[in-house]
């Protein structure tokens, strides 16, 4: 049986979660009200997996997500509102270690949450049997262990200053358009920040984004990765010539394809395709990229997430000269995309998250 502590001051919210996993029949479902009660609970209940409400009276989610990676680290799903605040609040729990988020019902809840049922038990028993990083937040639960008070969450900084490779960067020559394309889902943000905030301003290729994520979150993804990292971080939203030293971070619920110019490449926000089923679609950029650019000026990255969008084309773009990376499985909070990847050959460097950036950096020297 999964253990799964579901977590929301609705009444409402928790009777219909708690129908949805009970039909499942292999989820045994306690319930709290509010952050504080759940955080008394933990020992008792013991968890597998909680979903875990944003805003609640009391403690909220995410001094509630502090508390339990601290002091009874589990795998969390948020559910957090499809709004730009709920974006925020969101991509903050996941930078806290939450696994994932699922959507809050809103409107008529109960016709809304039929329609919600099979993503969000898909997403929760994933998380389930997710297993969190021994590393994750590891010297604030010894301090916590050894009865000093942790240090307080650190929120979104200014730009950063992280360490950066020694190597030497040189402009592409005239005529020739590399781009960086790096793909990933669950997991995606944080592993975003470990490797754009140590890629340098200068770097000379764009960097395009698919990032599994609906439309509202996008944005707000993009606007903490421009304040983490040297290089400039926009939404691709229209047709926008892909620049050096500019990350672009695909729309949500679209897909993002590379076409060319006088001047060179352009990227797009275009409607989502049914032959692909994750949106925004990594297959779709790296083959729009591939009919664009010469492959040997491409690199593709495929990070953490479920399933194996972006391994095929990877494959391909390899076979046809490119560069490829997928992230290792030590580092993954899912190797489901990247060791689709690996399996299939395609991975030319298999790197822990923290050395993709390096790797990165040295295919362009």
């Given at each position: 049986m999964i253990k799964l502590l579901i977590v929301d001051d609705s009444a409402l919210v928790r009777k219909l979660l708690g129908t949805i996993f009970a039909a499942e029949r292999d989820f045994e479902v306690a319930f709290a009200r509010n952050g504080r009660e759940a955080v008394e609970l933990l020992p008792q209940v013991k968890p597998d997996v909680i979903t875990l409400d944003v805003h609640m009276p009391e403690m909220d989610g995410l001094a509630c997500l502090d508390r339990i990676m601290i002091e009874h680290p589990c795998p969390v799903v948020m559910v957090s509102a499809m709004t730009a605040e709920g974006a925020a609040v969101t991509l903050e729990a996941l930078e806290l270690g939450a696994v994932d988020f699922v959507?809050?019902?809103?409107?008529?809840?109960?016709l809304e949450i039929d329609q919600l049922a099979p993503v969000i038990v898909e997403k929760v028993r994933l998380a389930a049997a997710t297993p969190l990083r021994k590393s994750l937040r590891l010297a604030e639960r010894v301090r916590a262990r050894a009865g000093s008070s942790p240090r307080p969450t650190t929120r979104v900084p200014p730009r950063a200053n992280p360490r950066r490779s020694t190597a030497r960067l040189s402009p592409t020559a005239p005529g020739q358009h590399g781009?960086?394309?790096?793909?990933?889902?669950?997991?995606?943000p944080p592993a975003l920040d470990a490797v754009l905030s140590r890629l340098p301003g200068t770097l000379p290729w764009p960097v395009l984004v698919a990032q599994h994520m609906p439309a509202s979150f996008t944005g707000a993804l993009a606007d903490r990765l421009d304040r983490l990292c040297e290089l400039s971080v926009v939404e691709l939203v229209?047709?926008?010539?892909?620049?050096?030293?500019?990350?672009?971070?695909?729309?949500?619920?679209?897909?993002?394809i590379v076409s060319m110019r006088p001047n060179g490449p352009i990227g797009m926000a275009a409607p989502p395709h049914a032959e692909y089923l994750w949106h925004p679609s990594v297959d779709r950029m790296v083959r729009s990229a591939m009919d664009q650019v010469d492959p040997k000026l491409l690199v593709g990255v495929l990070m953490t997430g479920m399933g194996r969008d972006g391994a095929d084309a990877m494959a391909r773009l390899r076979e046809a000269g490119g560069r490829t990376i997928?992230?290792?499985e030590e580092s993954a909070v899912v190797w489901g995309m990247p060791g689709e990847l690996v399996r299939a050959g395609g991975a030319?460097?298999?790197?822990?998250?923290?050395?993709?950036?390096?790797r990165i950096l040295e295919l362009l020297a």
């Amino acid at each position: 049986m999964i253990k799964l502590l579901i977590v929301d001051d609705s009444a409402l919210v928790r009777k219909l979660l708690g129908t949805i996993f009970a039909a499942e029949r292999d989820f045994e479902v306690a319930f709290a009200r509010n952050g504080r009660e759940a955080v008394e609970l933990l020992p008792q209940v013991k968890p597998d997996v909680i979903t875990l409400d944003v805003h609640m009276p009391e403690m909220d989610g995410l001094a509630c997500l502090d508390r339990i990676m601290i002091e009874h680290p589990c795998p969390v799903v948020m559910v957090s509102a499809m709004t730009a605040e709920g974006a925020a609040v969101t991509l903050e729990a996941l930078e806290l270690g939450a696994v994932d988020f699922v959507p809050k019902p809103s409107g008529a809840i109960s016709l809304e949450i039929d329609q919600l049922a099979p993503v969000i038990v898909e997403k929760v028993r994933l998380a389930a049997a997710t297993p969190l990083r021994k590393s994750l937040r590891l010297a604030e639960r010894v301090r916590a262990r050894a009865g000093s008070s942790p240090r307080p969450t650190t929120r979104v900084p200014p730009r950063a200053n992280p360490r950066r490779s020694t190597a030497r960067l040189s402009p592409t020559a005239p005529g020739q358009h590399g781009i960086v394309l790096i793909g990933c889902s669950t997991g995606g943000p944080p592993a975003l920040d470990a490797v754009l905030s140590r890629l340098p301003g200068t770097l000379p290729w764009p960097v395009l984004v698919a990032q599994h994520m609906p439309a509202s979150f996008t944005g707000a993804l993009a606007d903490r990765l421009d304040r983490l990292c040297e290089l400039s971080v926009v939404e691709l939203v229209r047709p926008t010539p892909l620049e050096p030293g500019t990350v672009y971070i695909a729309k949500g619920d679209a897909d993002a394809i590379v076409s060319m110019r006088p001047n060179g490449p352009i990227g797009m926000a275009a409607p989502p395709h049914a032959e692909y089923l994750w949106h925004p679609s990594v297959d779709r950029m790296v083959r729009s990229a591939m009919d664009q650019v010469d492959p040997k000026l491409l690199v593709g990255v495929l990070m953490t997430g479920m399933g194996r969008d972006g391994a095929d084309a990877m494959a391909r773009l390899r076979e046809a000269g490119g560069r490829t990376i997928a992230e290792a499985e030590e580092s993954a909070v899912v190797w489901g995309m990247p060791g689709e990847l690996v399996r299939a050959g395609g991975a030319e460097f298999v790197e822990p998250v923290d050395l993709i950036a390096d790797r990165i950096l040295e295919l362009l020297a």
